[in-house]
């Protein structure tokens, strides 16, 4: 629900927002980067937030999804007051989870435009949030679902079902490792192609879990599980995979491979 103030140029409207990011404005005010329901990514000054626990209470911590309302004019959008909407508070107690979740925020950071909506994007990051959370099922498998479906939302879904030269479907290749090349974003058989720089070796074991994993829905999906070496391939392979789209490889991803080892 938005509604226009008296003056022409100010908006005031509440949304959800999950915190992606949070930076120290001064000695009292913090901009906040946050993925809304409603308009997508978009920033925002909390004045004061470290003194205003009445308005704010707690409500800015990284991954929290609240429930805010905010104004803006032409120059800026400012956070008027928030509640939690959910905490997540396992995820911040684990250095591990905490590290995957970073990456996840950073990701949707730089890839999304600001003021973009994009419900999708904050549906999956809220769901996987929340499954990383649980612990339903291992930190490994939440980011190979939340990398496989954002790379989907975003127009970048790897074709995994055919080579995509000679288009002979996954099932019929006759090799136990087939490559996947990142320029061309999908298979390429051994008959089409050889090594390049561009191509990652995947086993067929772990192309056949991606394609699944790509099909379901993980609440769905409880009973399969990838196994060790599919769960290393897999992420191995959609991290640069998405660094390759990204051009660059992110900050979080660094330090996420260094609690990894
Ligand atoms: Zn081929």
């Avoid at 929290?64 to 007051?81: F, H, P």
């Avoid at 496989?148 to 790897?158: C, I, N, Y």
């Avoid at 490792?177 to 058989?189: A, E």
Wanted: with cysteine; hydrophobic share 40%.
């Amino acid at each position: 629900m938005a509604m226009r103030s008296s003056h022409e140029d100010t908006l005031i409207y509440n949304t959800s927002a999950i915190v992606l990011r949070r930076m120290d404005y001064g000695d009292h005010d913090s901009i906040l980067t946050l993925l809304t329901r409603e308009k997508g990514k978009i920033s925002v000054m909390a004045k004061n937030a470290k003194k205003s626990v009445k308005r704010f209470s707690g409500t800015l911590e990284l991954f929290y999804v609240i429930e805010l309302v905010i104004r803006e004019n032409l120059r800026m959008a400012y956070m008027m007051e928030a509640s939690v909407e959910e905490a997540f508070e396992t995820i911040r107690s684990d250095i591990l989870k905490t590290a995957y979740a970073s990456y996840w925020a950073e990701t949707v950071i730089q890839f999304m435009e600001e003021g973009v909506r994009q419900e999708g994007v904050y549906s999956l990051l809220v769901h996987s949030l929340m499954g990383l959370d649980l612990s339903l099922r291992p930190a490994e498998e939440w980011s190979i679902y939340f990398q496989l479906k954002f790379l989907e939302l975003s127009g970048h879904a790897p074709e995994l079902s055919h080579c995509q030269v000679c288009e002979t479907d996954v099932d019929e290749i006759d090799h136990i490792r087939i490559r996947f090349d990142i320029k061309q974003g999908g298979l390429v058989c051994n008959h089409c192609g050889g090594p390049s720089p561009f191509r990652i070796d995947l086993s067929k074991g772990t192309i056949k879990q991606l394609i699944w994993f790509q099909k379901s829905e993980p609440g769905k999906a409880s009973m399969v599980r990838f196994s060790k070496q599919a769960l290393n391939e897999g992420l191995g392979f959609l991290e640069v995979f998405l660094a390759f789209h990204l051009e660059k490889e992110l900050r979080s991803l660094k330090f996420l491979k260094k609690i990894r080892n």
